[in-house]
Each structure stands twice: as structure tokens, then as C-alpha cells.
């Protein structure tokens, strides 16, 4: 696990989308496994502007995005589809059919495992951009989600509907359940980057970094991963030894 520290959110954008565009120029038809949340956001504007500028095409590009919340269906304004359609997949040149996100429709565990094998089948992840949650989650795997998982449903904790809850009117509004890419999912992508900024992560950062590999904290398993870079702002990264 490669830790990388940058001054502020302005340079992790700069930063993430310099690596995601080296991904796209190397290899045009990659597949790029992609995160909603405040993370990326700096990030997908970075990567619209050097499409707009001319030297980014996403016309060979597919995406898989990490997760989506069960009941909510791409036109509402709270799904992670919507997200993605408005930080990214309208600004550039991707083709919609190539952009991939979970089903918030999906009824089962059965039917949620399809994505993996839709993702296997299309040659699998080349670069999975993560973002982490305060008690370690990646994708919506909370913690003690087994290390073996693959695309399931989740109920999510009080404390993660709690952090997003300021995306939706009201506590109440917030969806109960999510789908997500398991542990087993992200472990299978050839490179992983976790970018975290804000005070708010450094205690978690610090539990993943320096400490041990555990299902109690998702994140610190990315340390099994041979190809993992943390991309964290000074204060993000001001816990670590
Ligand atoms: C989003 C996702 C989540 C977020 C995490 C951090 O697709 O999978 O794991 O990355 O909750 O969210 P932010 O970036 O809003 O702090």
C-alpha cells in the first residue's frame, strides 16, 4: 500500500485524474471501476476538462461503478446513476451503454452476483477508484463484511446513513439498504486508488494504514492488494506515524 500525500482537495483531483487519464491513454478500451460520494467530484471535473480540451476520449472506455442504493432507480436525483450521469457521463464522450452501475431494482444476492459476472466476462476492472466511508467502508461494505464477498445487498449502518444524510431532505429519506461490489469484487481489480481528504478521515486512514488487515475495518484489507496507492490531503493523512 502506497501512501501519497498532497496539499489539499484541489491537488487530489488534479492527481486522481492524472492517473485515471494515463489509465485511458494507455489502453483506450479500459475499464475504469468508479466511486460516488464528495471524493471524486474534484476529480470528474478534472478528467471533463481535459476531455474538453482534447486530450481525453472516452469513446472506448466502460465503467462499473462501485455501488447503488437499493429502491432508488436512475431518475431520481439521490442515485448514484444520476450522480454519475451529472459529475461525469455527460460531460464526456462515454458511451451510456458502456457505463455500468448496479441495479437499485436488484431483489436478491443472486441477482446482485450477475455484476461480477458481467464484469469478469467484459475483462475485468483495470483501475478502481475508491473513496472511504469514517468506519472504513468501501463500495457500502461496512465492516465485518467477509473478506470473500462479491456484489450483495447491504443493509447499511446508522452511521453511514447518518454521513450521507446530507445529501437528502431528511434522515427518514435516507434508502436503508445498498448494493454494492463486495471486498472480494475490488480485490479482483488490477489497480486500486483510495483518495480521502478532511480531518474527518484521519482516524480512519491511520486504522487502515498502520494497522492490521482486518473485516472490522474494510479498508485495511486493501494492504493484501499488491497494487493499492492512498491518495490523502494534509489533513486527511495527519493521524499517520
Ligand atoms: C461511494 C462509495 C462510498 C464512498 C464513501 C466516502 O460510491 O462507495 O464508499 O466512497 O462513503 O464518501 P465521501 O467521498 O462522500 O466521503
Redesign the pocket.
Known amino acids: 500500500m502506497k501512501v501519497i500525500k498532497v496539499k489539499n482537495y484541489e491537488e487530489l483531483s488534479r492527481t486522481a485524474a492524472t492517473i485515471i487519464a494515463g489509465t485511458i491513454l494507455s489502453k483506450p478500451d479500459c475499464i475504469l471501476g468508479l466511486?460516488?460520494?464528495?471524493?471524486?467530484v474534484g476529480t470528474y471535473d478534472q478528467l471533463a476538462a481535459m476531455y474538453e480540451e482534447g486530450i481525453l476520449d472516452f469513446s472506448h472506455v466502460k465503467s462499473v461503478?462501485?455501488?447503488e442504493y437499493v429502491g432508488l432507480d436512475g431518475s431520481n436525483d439521490q442515485s448514484?446513476r444520476y450522480f454519475m450521469n451529472k459529475n461525469l457521463f455527460e460531460k464526456v464522450d462515454i458511451r451510456m451503454e458502456a457505463t455500468h452501475v448496479p441495479s437499485g431494482a436488484v431483489k436478491s444476492d443472486e441477482e446482485a452476483e450477475q455484476y461480477d459476472a458481467e464484469i469478469k466476462a467484459a475483462g475485468g476492472i483495470d483501475l478502481q477508484l475508491?473513496?472511504?466511508?469514517n468506519n472504513g467502508?468501501?463500495?457500502?461494505n461496512e465492516p465485518l463484511t467477509p473478506f470473500t464477498s462479491m456484489t450483495h445487498i447491504v443493509k447499511l449502518t446508522d452511521s453511514?446513513r447518518e454521513?450521507?444524510k446530507r445529501f437528502f431532505a431528511s434522515i427518514d429519506d435516507v434508502p436503508t439498504h445498498a448494493v454494492?461490489m463486495g471486498i472480494h469484487t475490488v480485490m479482483q481489480a488490477k489497480s486500486i486508488i483510495l483518495m480521502a481528504f478532511g480531518e474527518g478521515k484521519a482516524e480512519i486512514i491511520k486504522k487502515t494504514v498502520d494497522g492490521r488487515p482486518e473485516i472490522a475495518v474494510p479498508a485495511s484489507l486493501l494492504q493484501l492488494h499488491d497494487d493499492v496507492e492512498l491518495y490523502l490531503d494534509e489533513a486527511a493523512a495527519s493521524k499517520l506515524s
Open positions: 466511486a460516488t460520494g464528495s471524493s471524486p461503478n462501485l455501488d448514484y475508491l473513496g472511504i466511508g467502508h468501501i463500495g457500502f453511514t454521513a450521507n454494492t
